[in-house]
DNA sequence: TTAGTTTGTTCACCACGCGTACAAAGTCCG
DNA sequence: CGGACTTTGTACGCGTGGTGAACAAACTAA
């Protein structure tokens, strides 16, 4: 005998739970049955099938074959198909950029390094990015119709709200410049951009650390970063500056002199410039981050101090960022992180005797796991995460159902 | 000749707004005539009017008088009535506790000063909050059915989403006890509790800086601690511990001994007591925050010295945060903060010196303005928050029609 | 006073979601 | 191997909520 399904019906849609709600469910990709989403979501099992149909037909949940019978006829399953459409990633830096098509996963398709130097402006760099990307989808032989958004990471501040690049000390001429709206002339798709460490904090939480929703992620490369997760969101400052610990001061460098202007920056100290300089002293030449990790790798006792002093010297920083923002993981990741771990040795031994034992208790201090392609990752996320929202996949239900009524 | 009412309702009802969110409209306290709500919103007048009915009839909306007419029938208007409901709001210190009853929009109704010793445990404290509740009700005459919530402010960390304090320093007996239960049982309404200066941040926030979504609050006092307000929510980190900036190392203090155990921390240099020391070195005594106070409105060289390396300390500090954090305001408090603006002048000194120029352009760094009872105001908005959003707010509208239906 | 305008209220219609009924497709047991 | 049972999937009547139009009320302007 079949029970009789929910009562009084006087509260009935209280709990709005459109199909954007639905599918905010099935985003984890874990397949489910039709009953299953009925009891999760408190729908009655006639409108989880509606729901579920009007999510089939977009493309965007996939039936994935029968779950085992409990008894009776055998439930067929959904889940998110990320296959569905696909979002272009980009991750700029100083002189050279990946651009990538990924699915809305973040997985990546094709990808692409090419030699683009940042301070040739933007219309430059964002012609041939969008000439790359036009090339990537001929090379999947995807439609860029799939296109649902494109995510790009800058090397230098960014006013995410409006996509424009604010005061940039490496980017010439990309000052207030609107790239959504020049990007969106070849691509008309949202457009997001943001701070590159920001994109590679969002990448390395999302795939590496769901659980930490206090995550503090650093860059340590020619310049010092920090990408700021807290509460499970970015957060970017008042001007889209935060995270810039390159020019914060540490008590060691009373005497060096910062190209800022300023004595004792961290980056003067700690940047990769810097140990190359601390090396070059001791006649050992490594003018680039590769001649640095090979040199650690091969046990360059000189190498290893100067990575780990410098591993020190961002610690001090650390110890303060610690206090005052409590994270439960500080993810170390740029070019000088990646040379052994010498430099996260360094870090933990300042940050684990400077702080007080309530805030260390639980955290993780760690390297980098996405060794390449957090930013690519990153960008992808930060798209998906907007364009796959409940309200952005409610609307575009309800546009594809309005087409389909004026063309029967 | 009227013109005719919106079109297709093919796309009826994706809005999804309903009384909740009306209410949100109005809760900036502007009154707004049914015309106006129905433009806003875009539903239907009919429909306005029916919820405006809800929410007049629950008294969280007053009609406020007639707007003027243009041309036909003058319209009545509506508004936020702040005064419906009230709020007790609790902000406990070491040694004693303010407990005040306020109305929805923070304004104090009522509120008592009490000698409290939080070392008393939390039974005592909270038995003694509560009976001086009670007292608080009767002395301005309202009902006890008319309270929304609780917010209460405590001296130390504490978990905020289950309520509970975190290993408090200054706090014996409190660790992880369970706050919201045991008042629950004198008030049966939902019990928010924070961290004092979290709490006071709020406060200043809101009813100081409103536009300013990044502002970090400093209370300097015994202790320094920060509030961090990011993106406009309070940020609390893993455990809560956050804005906990008392034991970050100072440069100047490498021989100076904390009682953490560790040395250099700021508090160590900049807190009340250690400023007290400085000054009884110099044979003047200065044993309370108000001593503090009057020695430096005389204008005491060596105290408004002492008073201002203390800034600079703290200055130090501060300039690590701006850089992580890009507030747009910096809100000193506390006891040492209102002796003078002569922590304020240390601190602007350092900090406007050691930033970048990007990041302190637009910086403001300013005294706390709600001189006292910053904490109960915000302890009060933290509840409103919660008990004034939209969800709360329907769920409420709901529960009072059925029950008018049950008693006709 | 009258025409015109805007607000406030009532009411029929319509779409959406719910719950029920029933067919379909399995499992389990004799 | 077939019937009893269980669970899924689909079709359909019904109630609710929101809309828009019609109309009454209240005021301005000529």
Redesign the pocket.
């Known amino acids: 005998?079949?029970i009789?399904?929910?009562?009084?019906?006087?509260?009935?849609?209280i709990?709005g739970?459109?199909?954007g709600d639905l599918f905010q469910i099935l985003l984890d990709g874990t397949p489910r049955?039709?009953?299953?989403l009925a009891v999760m979501?408190?729908?009655?099992?006639?409108?989880?099938?509606?729901?579920v149909?009007a999510l089939m037909d977009s493309g965007l949940v996939n039936a994935v074959g029968?779950a085992a019978?409990?008894?009776?006829?055998?439930?067929?399953r959904f889940a998110f198909n990320p296959a569905a459409r696909v979002v272009l990633a980009v991750d700029l830096g100083a002189r050279h950029g990946v651009i990538a098509i990924t699915d809305l996963a973040g997985s990546i398709l094709a990808r692409v390094r090419a030699d683009i130097s940042i301070d040739s402006g933007p219309q430059v760099v964002l012609d041939l990015v969008t000439k790359t990307a036009h090339q990537l989808f001929d090379s999947i032989g995807r439609n860029e119709l799939d296109l649902v958004g494109i995510g790009i990471g800058l090397p230098g501040p960014v006013e995410h709200t409006s996509g424009r690049p604010a005061n940039p000390p490496i980017m010439p001429g990309w000052h207030d410049f609107d790239v959504p709206e020049y990007v969106r002339r070849s691509f008309d798709v949202p457009v997001l951009v943001d701070n590159d460490v920001n994109i590679m904090a969002l990448g390395e939480q999302r795939t590496h650390w769901p659980t930490h929703d206090n995550l503090l992620f650093i860059k340590a490369a020619t310049g010092i970063g920090a990408g700021i997760i807290s509460n499970g969101q970015l957060q970017r400052g008042a001007l889209g500056t935060a995270g810039d610990l390159g020019h914060v001061r540490v008590a060691r460098g009373t005497d060096v002199i910062c190209r800022c202007g300023n004595i004792g920056c961290l980056e003067a100290l700690a940047g990769a410039p810097a140990i190359a300089a601390t090396l070059a002293a001791q006649n050992i030449s490594a003018p680039t981050s590769e001649d640095l990790i090979v040199l650690a790798e091969h046990g360059s006792p000189e190498t290893i101090a100067a990575l780990r002093q410098a591993g020190r010297d961002l610690g001090e920083v650390l110890a303060t960022c610690v206090s005052l923002l409590n994270p439960s993981v500080i993810v170390l990741g740029g070019s000088t992180a990646t040379a052994g771990d010498h430099l996260l040795a360094g870090v933990r031994e300042v940050v684990y005797n400077r702080s007080l034992p309530l805030a260390t208790a639980h955290l993780s201090i760690a390297g980098a796991r996405s060794a390449d392609g957090a930013g690519i990752v990153g960008a992808s996320m930060m798209v998906t995460q907007e364009v796959l929202s409940a309200e952005a996949i409610e609307s575009m239900l309800v546009l594809r159902?309005s087409l389909a009524l004026s063309t029967p």
Chains 1, 2 share one sequence.
């Open positions: 005998m079949a009789p399904e929910q009562g009084s019906s006087a509260i009935a849609g709990g739970a459109r199909s049955t039709r009953a299953e979501t408190g729908l009655a099992r006639s409108t989880i099938a509606a729901r149909d029968e019978s409990s008894g009776g006829r055998p439930p067929s159902a």
